[in-house]
Nanobody, 121 residues
Framework: VQLQASGGGLVQAGGSLRLSCAAS????????MGWFRQAPGKAREFVAA????????YYSDSVKGRFTISRDNAKNMVYLQMNSLKPEDTALYYC???????????????WGQGTPVTVSS
C-alpha cells in the first residue's frame, strides 16, 4: 500500500491542525494504521494507532487527550486531529500501515513521506 500524508503546516501554540493520510494500491481496511513523528535530532516516536475497523485506538501519553486518530475505510483515508498544540509537538509526522495493533515502528511495513508540523510559541 502506498501512503501520502498531508496537512502539516505552521501553527501557534494552542492551535489545531488536521493531518490526512491517503492510501492507494490496497484496501485500507486490511491494515492497522499509525501515526509517528520525528523531531530534529530525535528518534522517531509513536503518536497514535487505530485498529482496522476503527473501534480501538491507542495514544502515546504525550498526546493523549489532545490528538484524535480516525479513519474512513470507504475513502481509504486516515486522519490525525491535533488540538492544543505545543511547541514540543513540532516534528515531521508520518503515517504507517501494518498488521499489528502496536506502538512499535517495527510493526508497520509501509510508510508515507512525512508532513511537517511546526508549532510556534
Amino acid at each position: 500500500v502506498q501512503l501520502q500524508a498531508s496537512g502539516g503546516g505552521l501553527v501557534q501554540a494552542g492551535g489545531s491542525l488536521r493531518l490526512s493520510c491517503a492510501a492507494s494500491g490496497r484496501t485500507l481496511s486490511s491494515y492497522v494504521m499509525g501515526w509517528f513523528r520525528q523531531a530534529p535530532g530525535k528518534a522517531r516516536e509513536f503518536v497514535a494507532a487505530i485498529s482496522r475497523t476503527g473501534i480501538s485506538t491507542y495514544y502515546s501519553d504525550s498526546v493523549k487527550g489532545r490528538f484524535t486518530i480516525s479513519r474512513d475505510n470507504a475513502k481509504n483515508m486516515v486522519y490525525l486531529q491535533m488540538n492544543s498544540l505545543k511547541p514540543e509537538d513540532t516534528a515531521l509526522y508520518y503515517c504507517a500501515a501494518g498488521a499489528a495493533f502496536s506502538g512499535r515502528g517495527t510493526s508497520y511495513d509501509s510508510w508515507g513521506q512525512g508532513t511537517p508540523v511546526t508549532v510556534s510559541s
